[in-house]
C-alpha cells in the first residue's frame, strides 16, 4: 500500500526561498489532500553574547528587554508567517483550507522542529537545505541533515534555488 500522507510539516526559516519550499509541500498536499502546518524556530541566543550583555546591562535590565519584547516579536513573526501563507494560496480556496496554522517556538532549532512534528503528528516534513561548502557542512553540520538522521517520519529536504 502507498503512503498516505494527512499531516505535513513545513518548516521555515523566513527567507525570501521560504516560498520555494512551501510550493513542494502545497502540491504534496494537494496530491495527498493533507492539513499544512508552518513552523518556525527562533534560535537561542548564543551563551557567550548573553552573558556578555547581562554585564552591560545588568541581568535585571536583560530579563526585563526580554520580557517585554519577545512576545512581542512572536507575535509579529506569526502575522509574518500567515500572511505569507495566505498571500501564496490565494485564489486556491482548496490550498487555503489544508493550511492548518503556524507554530513558532524557540529554542535549538532541530530540537524544536522535531518536537512540532510530534505535536501534529506530522506523517512527513518538508523543508530546505542551503548549499553550503565541504568546510562549512563538515563544521557547522546542517539543521535539515540532523533532522533528516532524527525525525524517524518522511522528510523531504528541498534544495533552495540559486540565485
Known sequence: MLPNYKSILVTTDLSPHSTHVFKHAVMLARQNNASIHLVHVVPQVDSSVRSYVATVLGSDSLEKLERSHQQDALQKIR????????????GQPEDLKRFAGVDIRMGNPIEQILASAEQFEADVIVMGTHSKGI???GFLGSVAEKVLHKAGRPTFVIPLPKS
Open 79 to 90: 502575522a509574518e508567517l500567515e500572511g505569507f501563507a495566505k498571500a501564496e494560496l490565494a
Open 135 to 137: 568546510l562549512e557542512h
